[in-house]
């Protein structure tokens, strides 16, 4: 079987609270761990999708409306499902880990670096289709 679920590769999320939201795969287990032995893949995704911006809208305006909320999250590659997308984060590697979930001020740590780095890139208007919602 091929491996589908690489570093990088956009998926969105089946079942669950986050069920219709787009994640971005960081680390893929294809055998498991000891913790999980199932195979599944630790996830950065948005729970809350930027609003729309249109010209006539002020700087402080703009701003506020591209904010991201972001989640880290280790899924079953049952509750996934792959897109055509991908996107390239280098900055995200080294900020999620396994170790990552253990401790609660790490989480809060990791989560700010991806809202910096998914904010960036949202205006820079990159990857555009990952910073919509699936459906209004």
């Known amino acids: 079987m091929a491996i589908v679920y690489k570093p990088g590769k956009v998926a969105v999320v ?9 994640v971005v795969v960081v680390k893929q287990y294809d055998d498991g761990t000891k913790e999980r ?7 950065a995704g948005i729970e809350r ?3 729309k911006v249109n010209k006539s809208m002020g700087a402080k305006r703009v701003s506020r409306r591209s904010k ?9 590659y049952t509750h996934l499902m792959p897109t055509r997308y991908a996107l390239d984060l280098e900055a995200l590697k080294g900020s ?4 990552t979930f253990k401790e609660p001020s790490q ?6 670096n991806i809202k910096k780095v998914l904010e960036e890139r949202y205006t820079q208007g990159k990857n555009r289709w990952f910073f919509t919602p699936l459906r209004f």
């Open 49 to 51: 999708y930027p609003l």
């Open 68 to 76: 991201v909320k972001p989640f880290i999250k280790a899924y079953n």
């Open 14 to 22: 089946l079942s669950g609270r986050q069920a219709g939201k787009k």
């Open 107 to 112: 989480r809060e740590d990791a989560k700010k």
């Open 96 to 99: 999620v880990t396994v170790e």
């Open 37 to 43: 032995p199932y195979p599944h893949a630790i996830v």
